[in-house]
């Protein structure tokens, strides 16, 4: 029982640096991995980034060094950093829940826009 709102996308020009955040309400912030997905139109739904509740990040290949995921569990959030933002970045970004226990229960934020011109 997670509710998930992102914020923070907009449209930047290439090599610029966005902020994407993900507020969590509902349960135990503290039992979800967390992670951050990405859709351009006509394209599949792609994984960005994940944090566990530990703190262990993995990334995209096409992301690492580019951008990071971090999470606040004192204000029941996560946060993207992106930086050195290319146009193939454009995308619907999605928030992403995962309990850490079965029956690992999945929840997903309504997306918000990021575009990156060319």
């Known amino acids: 029982q997670v509710q998930l709102v992102e914020s923070g996308g907009g449209l930047v020009q290439p090599g610029g640096s966005l902020r994407l955040s993900c507020a969590a309400s509902g349960s135990i912030f503290t039992r979800y991995s967390m992670g951050w997905y990405r859709q351009a139109p006509g394209k599949q739904r792609e994984l960005v980034a994940t944090?566990?509740?530990?703190?262990?990040?993995n990334y995209a290949p096409s992301v690492k060094d580019r951008f990071t995921i971090s999470r606040d569990n004192a204000k029941n959030t996560v946060y993207l950093q992106m930086n050195s933002l290319k146009p193939e970045d454009t995308a619907v970004y999605y928030c992403n829940a995962v309990g850490t226990n079965w029956p690992r229960p999945n929840y997903w934020g309504q997306g918000t826009q990021v575009t990156v011109p060319s």
């Open positions: 944090i566990t509740s530990g703190g262990t990040t």
